[in-house]
């Protein structure tokens, strides 16, 4: 009965909106499974790793562990859209937090942080570019800019199996910059009456030794970051 089953899937949606779960309860109201009606959407705060100050757009729960994944691993749409909502939010938050005048008609430069090759050739797609297209796509604020201007200098291992230390040791030295990058970043700064605010953008932030090794990738270039963007950040690295 075609007709019949065309109008329950109506009625009650099979798929979750944000991670196109199929097997759990989805709500009628929401259009949204049991675990994705447990993220609480947007407590935007800071928090710091290291010398670097990473703003955060959602709480980290094992949800959005989840979400994060229905968008990196299963490209996700709806899933990467919250993703991009939630570091939007974590941006003006950050904006707002900076004490620099005239922060309204400063450029922002957002840096996405870069995945390994590998795991991008895998899935086929680079996860962080297309979020910071969502980014883009959903802004109507500020005046950004995506420049792309770090790139794996070695081979990294997959991270989720390593503790804190192996992490940091993994990382080190992982990044270098690329030229043009960095030039364009020189360029929109001698010509824009105020400084750019630059953010690195990643994901999700654990110890922080990606965001560490990137940012010292580019200070050693000359180019000083405002802080991280991220979704959300857990708490204490775990493991
Ligand atoms: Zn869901």
Redesign the pocket.
């Known amino acids: 009965m075609p007709f019949l089953s065309g109008i329950s899937t109506l009625i009650f949606p099979q798929k979750?909106?944000?991670?196109?779960?199929h097997k759990?309860h989805?709500s009628i109201e929401t259009g949204?499974?049991?675990?994705?009606?447990e993220i609480s959407q947007f407590s935007v705060k800071s928090t710091r790793r290291g010398g670097i100050e990473i703003f955060t757009g959602t709480h980290y729960s094992p949800?959005m562990a989840?979400?994060i994944l229905?968008a990196k691993e299963s490209d996700q749409k709806f899933?990467r859209r919250f993703l991009a909502q939630s570091i939007l939010a974590s941006l003006k938050f950050a904006i707002a937090n900076h004490t620099q005048p005239k922060n309204n008609e400063r450029k922002i430069i957002l840096i996405p942080i870069p995945s390994r090759s590998g795991a991008n050739r895998l899935r086929g797609y680079a996860h962080i570019l297309k979020l910071i297209d969502e980014i883009s796509i959903l802004n109507t604020h500020h005046k950004l800019q995506q420049i792309n201007c770090l790139a794996h200098k070695k081979r990294i291992k997959d991270q989720s199996s390593l503790n804190f230390y192996e992490r940091e040791q993994n990382m080190k030295e992982a990044f270098g910059v690329i030229s043009e990058g960095i030039e364009q970043i020189i360029a929109i700064d001698s010509k824009e009456e105020f400084a750019p605010l630059i953010f690195l953008v990643d994901d999700l932030v654990t110890s922080g030794a990606t965001v560490l090794a990137a940012n010292i990738a580019l200070n050693r270039a000359g180019i000083r970051v405002s802080g991280v963007l991220s979704s959300c950040a857990t708490n204490r690295f775990t493991h």
């Open positions: 979750c909106l944000l991670c196109a779960a759990e989805i949204r499974c049991k675990s994705c009606s949800q989840r979400l229905a899933a």
